[in-house]
């Protein structure tokens, strides 16, 4: 169990256009998600975190009107980049809790994203 | 502080053991994680131990906790190919404390050499 899968896969977009990264649990329920970013070679750099129907909390230096999460139910949540640009290609991975942000974490497969 | 170490490569014949080490900084952590992430993908939940053990045994892993220097190891036993792969060790600290986060080390690469 906790199967966590997210798509697309990868994504390749025009400067200028919004992108949408979906996240969702598969045979579980998860309370809260998380979005991380991964440059190449690097490690992984929380970006927020999302509770089911409830806003996000982003971390220090995350723009919120450039990267809009959505966690509408207890298996999915979206990122949307908005306006991305070639500075935002990375990694993007997500991961879910069953129990809240202090439960273990399962990841998905991540979804690499290239901004023309 | 924030930061969480890991040497950056290693690299072991197949057949024998492997030790990737991590060291932390807050004392306050409650779990410490390891991850496996394969070339493109996501990561793996290897294992975790809680902050009040020193060792914890998963098959081929094992998992050596020493609080006081905040050191972190995890020692795979006959090392395979499949086993190449970057591994991550992570800490969670206390529930309640703001910084719930999992803060991430910087990743050590692992080659198995046939």
């Known amino acids: 169990g906790a199967v966590v899968s997210q798509h697309p896969s990868w994504v390749i977009c025009k400067s200028g256009t919004s992108v949408k990264i979906e996240c969702r649990s598969l045979?579980?329920?998860?309370?809260?998600m998380f979005w991380y970013r991964q440059f190449p070679k690097q490690s992984l750099m929380l970006m927020a975190t999302?509770?089911?129907?409830?806003?996000?909390?982003?971390e220090q230096g995350v723009e919120k009107d450039k990267f809009l999460i959505n966690h509408a139910s207890l298996t999915l949540s979206t990122l949307t980049v908005t306006s991305a640009h070639p500075e935002d290609s990375s990694f993007y991975i997500c991961?879910?809790?069953?129990?809240?942000?202090?439960?273990?974490?399962?990841f998905g497969p991540g979804t690499r994203l290239t901004v023309l | 502080g924030e930061d969480v170490e890991q040497s950056l490569f290693l690299s072991v014949r197949e057949g024998d053991s492997s030790v990737i080490n991590c060291t932390y900084t807050d004392s306050s952590s409650t779990y410490l994680y390891w991850y496996k992430q394969e070339p493109g993908a996501g990561l793996q939940l290897l294992t975790y131990i809680f902050s009040n053990m020193d060792m914890k045994q998963d098959q081929r892993l094992t998992v050596l906790l020493n609080k006081k220097d905040k050191h972190l190891s995890l020692r795979i036993a006959d090392t395979q190919t499949g086993d190449s792969a970057i591994y991550f060790c992570?800490?969670?600290?206390?529930?309640?404390?703001?910084?719930?986060?999992?803060?991430f080390g910087s990743g050590t690469r692992l080659l198995v050499r046939p």
């Open positions: 991961s879910a809790s069953r129990a809240g942000p202090t439960d273990t974490q399962y």
């Open positions: 999302s509770n089911e129907g409830s806003k996000a909390t982003y």
């Open positions: 045979d579980f329920q998860a309370t809260t």
């Open positions: 992570a800490e969670r600290r206390r529930p309640g404390d703001s910084s719930y986060k999992l803060i």
